[in-house]
Structure formats: C-alpha cells, structure tokens
C-alpha cells in the first residue's frame, strides 16, 4: 500500500500558480473592456483611485510572496505526515498477515486437544476395564496366593502364565496411558501458547491501525488546510488585481475615446473649397499578457504507453500493463484493491471503492499469473535480489519512492511504462492513472519482478 510523496508531485501538477494564470486572465479582460465601446467617452477613475488599487495589487502580490514559504513548508510537512501513514499502514498489514498464521495455528492446536483428550479418554477407560476384568478373574490377588490355590501342578503352570501376561498387559495399558496424558498436557500448552501469540498480535494490529488511521486523517487535513489557506491568499490577488485591471482599463478607454469634432465655419461665398475636419486617429491601448510557462504534471491526458516491452517474460509483463491500465479513473482507496482486484478501503476509504498503490501493482501481476505480495514494501523485498539501476529501466519493472535508506521506509509504489511514465493510484482524492516518471531525494529504487 501506499502514497505518492506530496512534495513530489504536488508542485508539478500544479504547475504555474493560479494566482498567475489569474493575473493573465485580468490582462485580457482590459484588452476586452478597450473593445467594447470604440468611440464612446468614458468618465475616467482618478489617479488617486489608480493608485490605490495598483497599491492594493502590488501588497497582495507581496503578501503571496511572504507566504509562499510558508506553504511549501506546509505542503512538505502534511507529505511527510501521508509518508508516515503509509508506512504504518504496510506495520499494521505485515501484523494482519501474521495474526492470521497464529490464528490458524491457534485452530490447529486446539484442534490437536481435542484429540488428544479423546485418545486420552480412551487410554483411561482401557485401564478402568483391564482393572475390572482382572479383578473379576481373580488375576489382582497376591502372585503367591493365585499359585498356593492352584488344584495341581498343570493349573499352576496355567496360572503362572496368565499372571505374567496379565502383567505384561498392565504395563503396556498403564505405559500407553502416561504417554497419551503427556501429550495431551504438551497439545493443551501450545493451543495456549498459540492462543495467546493470536491475542497479543491482534493487540498490536489494533494499535498500529489506530495509529496509521490518526497519521491518514492528520494528513488529509493538513493537506486540506494548506489548499484552502493557498486558496484565500489567491483570491485576495486575484480580487486585487481584477479591481486594479478593471480601472486601468476604464482610464484606457476613457483616455482613447475621440475628441468632439469642431464646427466648420461656413465657407466663404464663391469658395470652391471646404475643410474637412480631422478627428485624432483612436489608438487602441492594452496590455499584452504573457502566458506563464506551466509545470508538466498529471494532466488529463494520458502519457502514451509503450506497445512492445522487450523484456524477459514479455507476455507477463504486457498482461500485467493491460490490467493495471485498465483500472486508469477509478479512485485512490486507502487499504483497497488487492489481487482480486479493487476493493474498498479502510477507514477513512470504507465506502471508496478502488486500489492503493501496492493493490494496483499487486493486481496487475497477479493478471499475469505473479505474486509480488500485498504492501510495496513486501513487493520490493520479494524481489530485492533483481534492483534495476535508473538507466536500466523497462517496461514492467516497479519503482519505489521511500523516505529514508532502509526498505522499511518504503511508502509508495508504481509500474513503469517505459517512455519516462508510469501508472499508479497516486494518493486520497486522485484517481488511478498515468503519469511522467520522477526522481528525487526519496526515489527509492526499482525491481523487476520477471526476472
């Protein structure tokens, strides 16, 4: 399971910052208001009032310049905090996998003393008989009175005998009973032991899913607050540059609107001429706007995919691109989707149905017939023994994104596609979908299941 770094590949999907975009859009607007009306006087705003509203603009444009550390310190804060989600997720779901080995070994166990009771019971009710039978023959009195009682020499050999086979077989019954009660004791202690291991880890799996739950919220809310303080400071730009926008373009018009033609004086009797009056020829002011360069990031439309792969087991490796391409659109579910396909999530994800990173990647291969496990984590350590260098990169390998050196630091998961893209379910609120490849400091590294 897991989630893209924030960080990341918050900034390139954003790209140019609206407040940008918005400032162009108010350029345009004042080329739109010098057209309106070509030739109509308008009352011009003062130059007091000029003034205010670029004094307005250019404080708010400060003011987003004061704080635009702040919200990238904030954005690469509520990413580390999904970072340490994810990661206390995959504790929580390696605890899981593990309480369910020591709860199947708990059945087993208890199942083993059920058994062993019951040979137990058996062995004991073998004694109660032979005890019963031997005293009913006489066989339990004295060796010496049994021989002392016998009619002859031939019944004493006869009895002899039978006391020491009835011997032999009281050995045997009360030896077999202390075997069946040793046993039974062992069964009864590992059923307890078993028992207790399934009670401690489901313990534990509470705990950590608590704590990955309070990591998940904390993080989505950070996030959520950053977008909306990032909002308000954009809006107050925006209005501030729409108010300055507005009045500079009605100054514009107002000062590009034609002189009021004079009066020809009559032309003289006799006159073969007359003069023409010459208005000022308009010229149309504005402001040109400049189109920021954009960031590349998870736009629309989708990266192209490679159609061969070239790779060992290329058929798998297909299949697996296929399946996981096929899922492109469908929601980020924390904890959903798996080999089976997507699935619903964990709280907060209960009633979102779709895939985690790890389900995606775990989905796409078991198309193809190849366990990678149910966590990155997992499905970097299963393959660890085939690391694929950047420059080695193909289509079908998986690439990690980690926020330290060790494998347990492991968070996020996708499929290269080749070409410098990859599909991945990305994060809460996105969807499954193909994006550009990238590298930074907590690029992990990459494996490639197929060998």
């Known amino acids: 399971m897991g989630i893209a770094s924030r960080n990341a590949r918050g900034r390139g999907s954003h790209g140019t910052p609206r407040w940008v975009l918005r400032g162009a859009g108010t350029g345009i607007a004042a080329l739109v208001l010098l057209g309106l009306a070509p030739g109509v006087a308008a009352a011009a705003p003062s130059d007091a009032e000029v003034a205010a509203a670029q004094e307005a603009r250019d404080a708010a444009a400060a003011e987003v310049g004061r704080l635009a550390a702040e919200l990238a310190a904030a954005a690469d804060e509520a990413a ?159 209005a501030a540059e729409a108010e300055f926008g507005e009045l500079a373009a009605a100054r514009a018009v107002a000062e590009a609107a034609p002189s009021p033609a004079p009066i020809a004086p009559p032309a003289p009797s006799g006159g073969s001429g007359s003069t023409t009056p010459g208005g000022p020829s308009a010229s149309g002011g504005g402001s040109t706007s400049t189109t920021p360069n954009g960031g590349s990031g998870g736009g629309s439309t989708p990266a192209p995919v490679p159609t061969t792969v070239g790779a060992p087991s290329e058929s ?11 899922q492109r659109g469908l929601p980020y579910s924390w904890g959903g989707g798996g080999s089976n396909g997507p699935g619903y999530g964990i709280p907060p994800d ?93 690029y992990f590294g990459a494996v490639r299941p197929t060998g």
């Not at 009771?117 to 062995?123: D, I, P, S, T």
């Not at 011997?167 to 028992?195: I, S």
């Not at 798998?316 to 096929?326: E, F, H, R, S």
């Open 350 to 442: 209960t009633a979102i149905w779709g895939f985690d990173c790890s389900g995606l990647t775990e989905y796409a291969y078991a198309r193809a017939g190849i366990r990678i496990g149910g966590t990155s984590r997992e499905q970097y350590d299963r393959f660890r023994h085939r690391t694929v260098a950047r420059a080695d990169l193909r289509a079908g390998d998986l690439v990690f994104w980690g926020s330290g050196t060790s494998h347990e630091s492991i968070y996020h998961v996708a499929l290269y596609l080749g070409d410098g893209t990859v599909v991945q379910a990305p994060e809460s609120g996105d969807v499954v979908k193909v994006s550009a490849m990238w590298f930074g400091s907590d």
């Open 80 to 238: 580390r905090a999904g970072q340490a989600a994810q990661i206390a997720l995959q504790d929580y779901e390696e605890t899981r996998v593990a309480l369910e080995a020591a709860q199947a070994a708990a059945a087993a166990a208890q199942a083993a003393v059920v058994a062993a009771q019951a040979e137990l019971a058996a062995g004991r009710a073998e004694v109660v008989g032979f005890a019963r039978r031997s005293y009913m023959e006489g066989s339990t009195a004295p060796a010496i009175t049994a021989l002392m009682s016998s009619g002859g020499p031939a019944e004493l050999i006869e009895r002899a005998s039978l006391l020491e086979a009835a011997g032999t077989h009281r050995v045997d019954v009360v030896g077999r009973l202390a075997v069946l009660e040793q046993q039974a004791t062992a069964a009864d202690a590992q059923a307890t032991g078993a028992a207790d291991e399934a009670g401690r880890l489901q313990e534990q799996a509470a705990v950590q899913l608590q704590v990955a739950q309070g990591q998940e919220i904390a993080a989505r809310q950070q996030t959520a607050a950053v977008a909306e303080q990032q909002e308000r400071v954009e809006q107050t730009l925006a």
């Open 316 to 326: 798998a490796v297909q299949t697996a691109i296929d399946a996981a391409m096929g």
